[in-house]
Nanobody
Framework: QVQLAESGGGLVQAGGSLRLSCAAS????????MGWFRQAPGKEREFVAAVMRSGMWSGGSTSYADSVKGRFTISRDNAKNTVYLQMNSLKPEDTAVYYCAAGQGSWPPNDYWGQGTQVTVSS
């Protein structure tokens, strides 16, 4: 079982930045793909970014939704069991609850989910 805890959400003005963190309680963190999704009010949950687990030929490779490419960066620190989402040049349409996800077989990962953290971008 993997438990995920997000932090770092908040209120920011358009053009600003936030960094989300997701701490995982699992001994083999490096073996999990990690990702971020978001859900805005009245909309379905959507993929934001993901980073592959270490050890694969493509270990550490990342993937992004087109809407965040060039503005968001996902990274992981296996020593701290933590994945980050650096969000720059935020827009009001980035407002959503952001969820951390983990998985080993699925891509993007969606086997385990955190509780979510609210990000609100004001215009």
């Amino acid at each position: 079982q993997v438990q995920l805890a997000e932090s770092g959400g908040g209120l920011v003005q358009a053009g600003g930045s936030l960094r989300l963190s997701c701490a995982a309680s699992v001994r083999t963190f490096s073996r999990y793909h990690m990702g971020w999704f978001r859900q805005a009010p009245g909309k379905e949950r959507e993929f934001v970014a993901a980073v592959m687990r270490s050890g694969m030929w493509s270990g550490g490779s990342t993937s992004y939704a087109d809407s965040v490419k060039g503005r968001f960066t996902i990274s992981r620190d296996n020593a701290k069991n933590t994945v980050y989402l650096q969000m720059n040049s935020l827009k009001p349409e980035d407002t959503a609850v952001y969820y951390c996800a983990a998985g080993q077989g699925s891509w993007p990962p969606n086997d385990y989910w955190g509780q979510g953290t609210q990000v609100t971008v004001s215009s």
